[in-house]
């Protein structure tokens, strides 16, 4: 049974920085997407950043482009986001998503029905 557990989240203010881990369980592969999302209260789920685990190819919404770095450790089955000078608009819950054996080369921008498993989210929250 695959399992995705985000942690790392956590109240900081403004300017400040956080990194946050998916840890897979239950799957380890080489040609998948790992993709992080956010939903801040009374909006939509949106994109964050992704990165294909084959090749550490990476995706970056325009939100987030130059502040945030997504990475990936295939010892520890694990994928990173670090996010730096982070704003009050950042603030949500942060979630992270696994789509299993993706084609090399394709567009790292999935949507949120393309990935195939879930995590239950870790809350940032940053204060101005």
């Known amino acids: 049974q695959v399992q995705l557990v985000e942690s790392g989240g956590g109240s900081v203010q403004a300017g400040g920085s956080l990194r946050l881990s998916c840890a897979a369980s239950?799957?380890?592969?080489?040609?998948?997407?790992v993709g992080w999302f956010r939903q801040a209260p009374g909006k939509q789920r949106e994109g964050v950043a992704s990165?294909?685990?084959?090749?550490?190819?990476?995706y970056y919404f325009d939100s987030v482009r130059g502040r945030f770095t997504i990475s990936q450790d295939n010892a520890k089955n694990t994928v990173y986001l670090q996010m730096k000078n982070l704003k009050p608009e950042d603030t949500a819950m942060y979630y992270c998503?696994?789509?299993?054996?993706?084609?090399?080369?394709?567009?790292?921008?999935?949507?949120?029905?393309?990935?195939?498993?879930w995590g239950q989210g870790t809350q940032v929250t940053v204060s101005s």
């Open positions: 239950g799957h380890s592969g080489s040609r998948d997407v």
């Open positions: 990165i294909y685990t084959g090749g550490g190819s990476a």
């Open positions: 998503a696994l789509k299993i054996s993706y084609p090399a080369g394709w567009s790292l921008r999935l949507r949120e029905y393309e990935y195939d498993y």
